[in-house]
């Protein structure tokens, strides 16, 4: 699987943006998918995940009720819809994929297979 992530860009804070990962390869149906971000200095942590069959969503504490994971699997495309930026959310945006078909989302960065390259998103107060 190879995955392109897309969508970043410079915000001011309050305002949204849409990131996209695109997957080519095998089947995007039958992997858990993720995103996560990395700050200057700081860890890769998780933001949020779906599982494999999209019935299944969770989100770190600071992005809960402001950003949206989403798949559409005809596009073999995994979405994070983020709104109400703000500063702390500036980092480098990260999808990946995992090969599991477990009901519950997997957030440990270890346990992903496959990463996308970062794409920066800028948040400015």
């Known amino acids: 699987v190879q995955l392109q992530a897309s969508g970043g860009g410079l915000v001011q804070a309050g305002g949204s943006l849409r990131l996209s990962c695109a997957a080519s390869?095998?089947?995007?149906?039958?992997?858990?998918l993720g995103w996560f971000r990395q700050a200057p200095g700081k860890e890769r942590e998780f933001v949020a995940g779906i599982n494999w069959r999209g019935d299944n969503t969770y989100y770190a504490d600071s992005v809960k009720g402001r950003f949206t994971i989403s798949g559409d699997y005809a596009k073999n495309t995994v979405y994070l819809q983020m709104n109400n930026l703000i500063p702390e959310d500036t980092a480098a945006y990260y999808c990946?994929?995992?090969?599991?078909?477990?009901?519950?989302?997997?957030?440990?960065?270890?346990?992903?297979?496959?990463w996308g390259q970062g794409t920066q998103v800028t948040v400015s107060s």
């Open positions: 990946a994929a995992a090969d599991s078909t477990a009901w519950h989302v997997i957030r440990e960065r270890v346990l992903y297979d496959y």
């Open positions: 390869g095998r089947i995007f149906r039958n992997y858990a």
